[in-house]
């Protein structure tokens, strides 16, 4: 972007203002500096070069641009045709399947993923039954909830297969009685990585990742040493990481470099509870490791810890944060995607953790919630106040005053992932 003074030659920068690298928040508001209301600003950025009808048209650019001008080399129309093809196609890496058990003893296949998940994250809609989270690392039948601090559990009637197309359950209650259940599937890779296949750090792990999508699995050993590094297997730091000891009653932490103020805070899955800081859990986050102290729960001695890792992608995933305006027409929250899911917690004050996606809101506003940190049925009331957000093309808009979502100076993180890149996205 560039700001017209003098006579301004943005190929060479000379007689000009730029903005490009100013912070985010910046807009362009165009002032006459008179009280006339009939005073009008009008702005071609390559869709008219008449100016409304003010100018004779010349039609400068490429064949879907407009300008009055010749653009300097380099610079585009401000279009969804001049946006950079997406390298990740968002249903080949993260897909959320709605489904209906049959209760009748004999396990159910699940279809229509898209791929093959390597971690399934299952939720009784109807039912107070406990989330139920598998992965491919940690193996078929091996249970863990995130609604709760237990170690994991083997049932031969949870999950029983990651499938090309889905997955196959049992029957047990909490993936499949006669109810309506939601699964949100990720891709990681289809084979492990074993402690000499990636950067390591100084504590060894087993990694199943996704470079692309900047996902991975991670299991690591603790050794119970302050400063310990574990290798995640991706291209960039995670933004972040959620992470449970599996052999002992411990809650479920979050981390990352996009969560809170500094690398030792962290939020707890499992509660309400509000972000909490401790230098002997998450320390650092850097582009091949992230480093943990000695606390049980993130490094006990020889006890097995699995961690999901996530970094933003664009046109794909964005861990990010807002700050609430308690008005119930709320800010606009920009992601440069159409959000499918979306998992979101107030970071400042004891509040749940919430998850929504599109498959079960397929017209806006959303408002079928369920609580990661709860047993609880899915949540539809339906009222203005429990409504949080309309999706759109490009994020997501606030519709409530409601603490939950929108307290006036209230922080909030969010993990959202893309049902379809800006370029390509229409509104709902």
Known sequence: TWQMSGSPNPST??????????????????????????????????????????????????????????PPTGFKALCAKNLPVPDVIPSEHFNTVIYTGDGDGSGKSITGVGFQPDFV?????????????????????????????????????????????????????????DHPYVSWNWKAG???????????????????????????????????????????????????????????????????ARIGNGSTNYLTLNTTAAIDDATTGFQAFTSTTFQIGNDTDWNASGEDIIAYCFHSVEGYSKVGSYKGNGNANGMFVYTGFRPAYMLVKRTDATEDWWALDIERDPYNVIYHLL??????????GGGSSDSPYDITSNGFKNRTSNANWNADGGDYIYLAIAETPFKYANAR
């Open 371 to 380: 609580y990661p940190n709860g047993t609880n049925a899915e949540y539809s």
């Open 13 to 70: 920068g000379t007689d000009g203002y730029s903005i490009t690298d100013q912070p985010e928040g910046y807009t362009v508001i165009f002032g006459t500096g008179s009280n006339n209301s009939t005073n009008v600003g009008v702005a071609n950025f390559g869709q008219d070069s008449s100016f409304a009808g003010t100018k004779p048209p010349q039609g400068n650019g490429a064949a879907h641009e407009d300008f009055y001008y010749t």
């Open 190 to 256: 289809n084979a492990t990585l074993g402690t000499g296949d990636f950067t390591q750090g100084n504590l060894a792990s087993t990694c199943s990742r996704n470079v692309d999508a900047g996902f991975s699995i991670v299991k690591y050993t603790g050794n119970a040493t302050n400063a310990a590094t574990i290798g995640h297997g991706l291209s960039k730091a995670p933004d972040m990481v959620i992470l449970k000891n599996r052999e002992r009653t411990s809650g479920w932490r979050v981390g990352g």
């Open 121 to 177: 994250w299952i939720k009784d809609r109807s039912h107070t039954e406990s989330h139920r989270t598998y992965d491919s690392i940690s193996g078929v039948h091996v249970n863990n909830g995130t609604n709760s601090n237990y170690v994991d559990w083997t049932d031969a009637q949870s999950l029983q297969s990651f499938d090309t197309d889905g997955f196959t359950v049992g029957n047990e209650n909490a993936v499949n009685n």
